[in-house]
């Protein structure tokens, strides 16, 4: 693992920096939406929502060769891949310490095109980690849609991570109010799966469905 | 309203772009996370997960003075701020046509601080934002507490709007195939409030926490 410790250092909140590369990896994994940094011509930044999957030491993203966003980070521009779950809200007794529970982590780098049976391979991770069980059910795809499709691998080598999980932080004169404080947790939980108009009769839900709720 | 066109147009997707500020405005005041995009000398995005709040015409954020994004987006630095809502999986008969339901923001600009009541009152609106009800039961910030903090008003002058809530979107020869077909909605909800250790007994939890799963 090499790392570029001034770029992706913590400067604040030290303490919410974590080194263990496990971290990292169990954010990307829970994590569905990935938030990509680009630079235009004249320095100004686009931040843009990406479906996502780690692949052991990458990132992997996916998106139409149309895309103004994926043709820019397929030619190498520099990017910031930024995936964050929100885990709460922490309630302190002064409004001043109150705060989030999070975990948030940052892939710093470019990116490469995947090509051939990588190709597939990539777009078979990513299916398996926002669907799992989807890619052997759906329908594969063709020629034309691979063509069609960039998908890109971030190596996972300049990172960092947060973590935000602790109790209220309270100054010790706050002790006494007599105000509440703790954490109120958020979960993302799925509903119940809605069929497409049209759908024929006698196609149940499939059971891996089912079973992403338990995740 | 001004916008130039050619920075926030939709380029891919452009059905799922909308003009309507009122949808922008349910995006933000839905969102608890906006991910901030920052430069630095070398070109290089940084992608960072910040609290904020819509304030009419402006988004607030704030930080400590000792952040250096929270210094860089003060002294005006160029900016985009993107929240994105994740509303659901959309499971085609295809894998190719699979995507998300979501609803994602974006707003370009640069920041300025705010100062004196103004700041006092950004910070009020961005805690009423994500603990409705806090403001006037927690301990409101010190003189000292306001002079670490910095609040920064990113106005709404500049911005876009995506919004994909269809159906699977599947080729007319795809629909015999003996796939499920449909969307799994995601949601986020609260799970049950935790006192912190040594809350003093007889202090329950406020009224207006339960009220927020209500939201």
């Known amino acids: 693992m090499t790392r570029s410790p001034q770029r992706t250092r913590v400067q604040r909140l030290p303490d919410k920096q974590v ?6 990896d169990a954010v990307l994994d829970a994590g569905r939406v990935a938030h990509a940094g680009v630079v ?3 320095g100004q930044p686009y931040v843009v929502p990406v479906a996502f999957a780690r692949d052991g030491g990458a990132v992997l993203i996916h998106g139409s060769t149309a895309s103004r966003l994926f043709r820019t980070l397929a030619a190498g521009a520099p990017t910031c891949l930024t995936v964050t779950l929100l885990e709460g809200l922490v309630l302190a007794r002064s409004v001043f310490e ?3 529970h999070y975990r948030s982590a940052m892939v710093l780098g470019a990116a490469e095109p995947l090509d051939g049976d990588a190709k597939v391979r990539g777009l078979e991770r990513i299916t398996d980690h926002l669907m799992p069980g989807r890619w052997t059910d759906a329908r594969q795809p063709s020629r034309k849609e691979l063509a069609a499709t960039l998908v ?9 991570v947060k973590v935000s999980d602790g109790p209220p932080d309270d100054a010790t004169e706050d002790l006494v109010l007599p105000v509440w404080a703790g954490v109120v947790p958020l979960h993302e939980t799925f509903g119940a799966p809605v069929a497409t108009a049209g759908l024929p009769a006698g196609i149940p839900v499939p059971g891996y469905v089912g079973r992403w709720a338990a995740r």
Chains 1, 2 share one sequence.
């Open 152 to 160: 890109l691998s971030l190596p996972i080598v300049e990172w960092s």
């Open 98 to 100: 109150s705060s989030m």
């Open 40 to 42: 235009d011509g004249e």
């Open 19 to 24: 080194e263990d590369r496990a971290v990292l």
